[in-house]
């Protein structure tokens, strides 16, 4: 097991491993969190078992694009446009991307949010050669916010005398409810 669980020092034993060349794959497999690569292209090429546990599914070596879940949402629970994801747009901006949130939807319909890590990676020349993703479960923390929205459209629905406006708050409301109850805990 390794000696620390933040994301930074994950990322780096992640990292490490890969720019070690021979026996990469063994010590990804030991970070006890979702991990994967892809080329250049966004084809997934590698992933660790903690990916299968937390997508629900084996990716597809060589077809699955940009991530190893099954679909992908953004917080506000809408689907990713094509191309858009963040491991899409480090590979295209040839940028680490942190701080987004994307939820994952997997194939029994149950839902995890996380935090992505997109790093590209490059040769010696410079030229990137794909990208090293690390994914972060934080459902429990997203599924507070929801709940906090939920209350939030409740109590203003409550306080309005529009009839139309306090529908509309309402089934916000029940949305944000439902997203909540969607995801893994876990």
Request: glycine residues 6%; proline residues 5%.
């Amino acid at each position: 097991m390794l000696e620390s669980s933040k994301p930074e020092d994950l990322l780096n034993t992640a990292l490490s491993a890969l720019k070690s060349g021979s026996g990469y794959a063994a010590a990804i497999d030991r970070i006890p969190v979702p991990v994967y690569t892809t080329d250049a292209e966004g084809r997934v090429t590698y992933w660790n078992q903690a990916c299968i546990d937390f997508a629900g599914r084996e990716p597809q070596l060589g077809s699955d694009r940009w991530c190893v879940t099954w679909q992908l949402y953004t917080a506000d629970g809408e689907p990713f446009p094509d191309g858009e994801c963040p491991m899409a747009r480090a590979l295209r901006e040839k940028s680490s991307v942190r701080n987004e949130i994307a939820i994952a939807k997997r194939p029994d319909g149950s839902r995890v949010a996380f935090r992505a890590y997109p790093t590209p990676l490059a040769d010696d020349s410079g030229a990137l050669t794909g990208a090293i993703n690390m994914l972060i479960d934080i459902s429990d923390e997203q599924s507070e916010i929801l709940k906090e929205q939920a209350s939030r459209c409740r109590r203003l629905a409550r306080s309005t005398n529009d009839a139309n406006t306090s529908t509309i708050l309402k089934d916000m409301a029940n949305g944000y409810e439902e997203t909540a109850a969607l995801l893994h805990h876990g």
